[in-house]
Each structure stands twice: as C-alpha cells, then as structure tokens.
C-alpha cells in the first residue's frame, strides 16, 4: 500500500500545481524591496565546488589554441590560414561555426574582470594566487581578448558583417530555402554578446566599433524586408527550429545600453515576436510543443526591454512564462524533455530540448531531459524576476538551479560541460570534449563558469527616491540567496562581506564583515597599523536569509512574513557571526507521476549510484528520510562522476517495480572515465 506524501518543488510550492505559487501552508507579505545583484569585480568565489570547476574551466580557456579557434573566421573572409579546424559544431563545415567563439570572448572577458585588482580580492581567490600570479591572470585573459578582437577586425567586412560563415546564409535564411541552414541569427547573437563584453569588461575599444558595426548591419538588413518575411523568418515554432535566433535582443539592448543608440533599440525590437510574447502577456500557455532554448532567451530579451523601457508588458510576460515554466520543472529548477505531439525522422524532439504538457512529467525521463543551457538561461530569468519582486520563490528557484542545474552541468574532472542532464533510472553524464564537439551547451558551458560567483549577493534597493544609507534612508541591506562560499565587496558601504561553508556537507556558515577603511577614525585601509581606533567603528547593516534554509544563528534573528529572515545589527570591523542551516531532507515528486520522487538535502538534489530505483515508501522528510538516503548512498548529483552510473527519480510504487532499461545518450561526447 502506498504511502501519499506532501512534498515540496523547486521554487517553494505544490509539486502537483500547475503554476508557480507559495507553499499552500504558508502565506507571505507583499514584499516592499526589490535587490539589484553584484557585478562580476565584486564577488569572488573563494572555496569549495563551485570554485574547483570555475579554475578547470578558467585553464581550459587559458590554455586553448587560440590559432584553431579563429581558423573558420579567417578563411571565411578569404585568409589563407594552416591552423588545424576545430570538430564538431566549430567544423568548417558546419552552420553553426563561430557560436562557441563568441561565448569563449564572453568567458575570458568575464574570467579577466573576476580577477580584480583589489587586494582583498587577491587575498580570497579560492586557488590563494599571490599578488605576481593575480596580474598575470588578468594580462593572460586581456591577451586573449585583445587578440579574439583584433583578428575579428581583420576579418569584418565593410558593410560591417562579422561571422564565420558567409553572408549568403542569411541570404538563403529568407529565400524559401531556409530550412537548409542552420540557426544565422543564433550564432549572431554570440558573436554580437562577445564583443559587447569585451568592451564592458576589458574596455576594447575595437569589439565596440566592430558590435555597433554588426548591429548596424542586422539592422540594415532587416529593414529591407516586409513585415511578414520578417513574420516567417522569426517564427520558430518548428520543432528543432533552423531559424532559431537565440538572444540577440538581448544582445542588441545590452549594446543600446551602452551606446544609447536609437537604431541599435529599433533592431532590437525587431526581435521581441508577438507570435509569443502576445500569449504570454496575456496568461495564455502556449509553450507546448515549443523548442524550449529558441524561447527562453525571448523572455531574457523581454525582461532587458522592461527595464530599459518601462514597457510594463514585458514584464508581465515574463512573469506568466515563470508559471508556466514551472508547470515543466524538474526537481534541479531547470526544464526541457520530449516535444508531446510530434516527432521527427532526424533531431531530437521525440527526447529532448522542447517542452511538454503543463503539469505532466511522467514520461519525460528520456535521458535527453534538462538542457543545460535551459538552466543557465532560466537562471538569467529568475535572477531579474528576484531583483524586480524581492519574491523568495524566485530566490528559491535560483539556488535550486544553481547547485543543481548549473554547477552540475560541469565534469568534475576537467569542467567540460554535458548537453543534457538525465535524471531517469540509470544514467551517465556525458561531457563535451576538448577540441570535437562544442555543442551549444559546451559553448554557453565556459561562459556560465566564468560567472558563476553571480546571484550569491543581492544588494536591497527600497521601493522610493531615498537610497540606503542616505539621511532617512533604510539600512543598508543584502540577500543572501545561496550558501556558497565567496566573498563580496560591498564598494558603496565600503566593506567586505565573507560567506565561509562547507554546505550541503555542514549545517554551519560563517558571515565575517571588514571594513575597507575605518571612516574618519581612520583614513587608512582597515588592518592592524589602525590600532584600536577600528574596534570603536561600528556599521549597522543588515544581511537577510531564505527563512526556511535558517535554523537560527548566534546573534538575534528575525523571520519575517515576506520569507526572509534578517539579522540587523552594529558591525565591528572583523566581526562574524554564525548561521546553523537548516537540514531540511524532503522529497519531491515528479509532475504527472506521483510515485516517482526525488530526494533533496535543502537546495541540493541528490542522486543514487546505482540502476535499482524501485525503493517502496519512502519517508517525507527529517532525519527518517536523511537516514534512507544515506543506507541508499545517495550524494549531491553534482558530486557524481561520468563513469558512474546513477538514478535521481526513484520509483516508491512497490506494486509497478520499474525495469532499468539500456542507456542511450542523445548526443555522443565523453563518458569523462577517471
């Protein structure tokens, strides 16, 4: 006989609902704080796994062949050139070419502004690198910048176009012939991102003149189409679509906001297609059948355009698409499976990339579910859903994506990305290799690593004209959304905040607060030359928690009703305090399939190394449940390597045992053997 459970989902809410919403037993304030998060120069990662992969994949960038990646870029534009061509999607042959060179330019231009050149910065990087070892990480990671750069100048046509592949590809894109390419504005997009962060982090002058020349290019060549040749060429509904044009809205409004051009915004627009943007601002679900990765940057897009214009549409439209996204939520906070009512005789629509019915899961364990650009995109889309609300679901959905969807996504032997994350019954990881393969998800894989210290640290901005700190302002606040260990420096309080853990292993953080200067006490950097003149300055700051992942602290604690528990006080320079985490074991079923559960340590999702999923009744939760996961040697699914094999959604009907079947990847790669 079977037990029935309640259990919780990823962002906090009714497994079995078909929305996102609060926990049915709780019920929250209307929250009056919105948080803007942390630039990349403030947060560094100063430990434990997160910062392990980072450094793999920080030394595959250094260490690539720089000659083979820009190979198809130059003979593109008639250079003659001896490199060896990269494999797979870089191929000379391939449509796709040039999709991972402009996320490897996004990469080392955010891997060169982690490096700060703030000696507390240097002092906490989680490989402890000397003050010699932290400038030559930024020079190595400029050079490499700067060289991507100038051989893309060499390169760019007149007109301004820039790409590995030739112009005729747009060309075919809006003739009748378009289905004999692959995805041009896709790979624009990376292309166009990659220069714009080379300018924003680096400061190349160059990757601006050669962004706004691309963008004027699109541009041009858009306007000379009709309305509905645009309609044709922008409606990806298809499954596998080859007119997926991935974010380049949001690249082309990251470049408006740094040039403030009203031509680059036009473009933009161009790219927000009503055809889905209508629904969703409406509350209608039409995600369906849809190619999940072609959408999901849509409402990036979307959610860019709100904040640069007001446009309260958008805003709205990304709100309902949370709801709708969470109807299709695994238990790792991420998305995509089987397309429900097609099938195709090439791609892989019948497994993987697109998405379901609301509310049904049950059979969308195929081994090709939750691709991981899903989850780095998603995460992007609840990072500003969290900053616009202060809403703890959305903080819940990113801590959930973060352990689960995105550090998991990386082997933890040399930080190569998977394309798809199975959590059925008896499954492999397989990663991307070094030089063959550079699959989507490998491309938006080094990227995602170069930013992972983001959405750890939001600074809290209240709901009026007054800013904290200022006369009659509120405290100075920060949300700490996930336990990972890092450090921030907080420039406009002037000081440095140390999250110190070993979660999900330990129940205990330690939050440490320095002071960059002691203020008219002392005018100098805070250290031991202050004297005692630092130990009389305090600073009353505030440091606010997911209530539920709380247990309680060393120092006064209050839960509030928005969700979040906050800890206000007066800081000495050097003082910490002590946060006991709250075990919290819980399972979660899958959606549409009840007996199907997964088991969770908090954020953190565990998986079983082994085939045998059938495991009858298990307990809801406590340490009954934390003791059968241990008798079960079940372990974060981040920590599983690729020749393990393991199972996540373990089957609780004792009555329908579930047979293992063969596992089938549905892109071949590495099996990562230790």
Partial sequence: MKSKTTVRSAAGRDAHAGAVRYDAETSYDTVSVRYRGFDLPDVTLTGGEFCRRQMLVRDYVLQFDLDRLMHTFRTNAGFKDAAEPLGGWESPDCGLRGHFVGHFLSAASKFYASYSADEAADELACDTPDDDTQVEMRNQFKAIVDRIVDVMAQCAQPNGYLAAFPESELDRLESKDYRKVWAPYYTLHKILQGLVDAYRYVGNETALRLARGLAGYIGRRLSGLGAWKIDNMLRPTRLNPLNEYGGIGDALYALYDITHDADVLATAKVFDREYFLGPMTAGEDVLEDLHANTHLPQITAAEHRYDITGEERYRTAAEHFAGFLDSRTFANGSNSSKATHFTLEYGVSDKAEHWGA?????????????????GHNTERIMSRLFSWTGDIRYADWLARLKFNAVLNCFSPRNGLSQYHQPMGCGAYKIFSTPTDTFWCCTASGVEAASELARNIWFEAVPESSVEPGECGGTVPTVAVTSYVPSRLHWRDQGVTCTLDTDYPASDRATLRVTFDTCGDACSDTCSDTCGDTCSDVTRRLAFVFRSHTVEG??????????????????????????????????????????????????????????????????????????????????RPLYDIAGHERYSVYLNTDAEHPITPVEFSPVAEGSNDPQ
């Fill in 358 to 374: 609301a509310g049904d899961l049950h059979d969308a364990l195929t081994f090709g579910e939750s691709e991981s650009c899903n």
């Fill in 553 to 634: 602290a060393n120092v006064p604690l209050t839960r509030a009703s928005d969700g979040f528990a906050r800890i206000e006080r007066d800081w000495h320079n050097g003082e910490s305090i002590t946060l006991h985490i709250a075990p919290d074991w819980h399972t979660e079923a899958l959606r549409g399939a009840p007996a199907r559960v997964a088991v969770l340590h908090g954020d953190v999702l565990m998986a079983k190394p082994d085939v045998d999923i059938n495991v009858g009744d298990l307990p809801a939760a406590g340490e009954a449940l934390a003791a059968r996961a241990a008798a079960m040697h079940m």
